[in-house]
């Protein structure tokens, strides 16, 4: 995964400088992807069976990842500082290990 995450790194600064639209498309699809995670819970917890809702965890599951990369490379390019960086990845280690937890516990009932 590093190496992917320093293809993407190395892609984004081949012209020296980020434009506008790099870092609007990155922020948009953070933006994105944090906002799957709690909407998928929510979906999730509506569906009649277990099955369903582990279902809809793993997608929220999957969009955490996808964010956590993207705050990656945000790090990276240094759109964020990596005191910022630090604090939002460690909140988003806490969701993930809810959700895993969650999940373990949907799945033994």
Do not use: W
Request: some cysteine; charged content about 30%.
């Amino acid at each position: 995964m590093a190496k992917v995450n320093f293809i993407s790194h190395k892609n984004l600064h081949i012209n020296q400088k980020i434009s506008k639209e790099e870092i609007f498309g990155l922020t948009s699809q953070i933006r994105r992807s944090s906002i799957s995670i709690p909407s998928n819970i929510a979906e999730g917890s509506g569906r009649e069976s277990n099955k369903d809702f582990i279902r809809f965890l793993y997608i929220s599951l999957c969009s955490l990842f996808e964010m956590q990369t993207q705050l990656e490379i945000a790090k990276n390019i240094e759109y964020l500082t990596e005191e910022e960086f630090n604090n939002l990845y460690e909140d988003s280690r806490e969701i993930e290990r809810m959700l895993v937890s969650l999940i373990k516990k949907l799945k033994d009932n």
